[in-house]
């Protein structure tokens, strides 16, 4: 079985981070279809400067089995925004029964 990947990548100039004028390039890639992940949780600020909450869609749907949730009010760290809203989300997504855990 042969496996596709496209890669996209994007390049922002000159943005202001923790102070300093610094470049990134974001790569992107694209896997052709649902990653088989037991489960997976997305928890997205969509205030976020560096990636646009407009991707958080097209992103989480390359993964069959995740959950998404979305804090109107954060940016790009929404684990030190939010931290609260965050906690809760993880240990909700963890209780969740339908999930498999794999115990290491």
Do not use: C
Not at 14 to 20: C, V
Not at 22 to 45: E, K, M, R, S, Y
Request: net charge positive.
């Amino acid at each position: 079985m042969t496996t596709r990947l496209k890669i996209t990548v994007i390049r922002l100039k000159n943005l202001f981070f923790e102070k300093k004028l610094v470049n990134i390039t974001l790569i992107v890639h694209d896997f052709g279809g649902p990653i088989g992940l037991n489960f997976a949780i997305f928890i997205w600020g969509m205030k976020d400067l560096v990636i646009k909450s407009s991707y958080v869609d097209k992103f989480t749907s390359a993964f069959s089995n995740s959950k998404t949730v979305k804090l109107i009010s954060s940016g790009h760290f929404p684990q030190e925004e939010e931290p609260d809203k965050v906690i809760q989300a993880m240990i909700d997504f963890l209780k969740n029964e339908n999930h498999h855990v794999l115990e290491l």
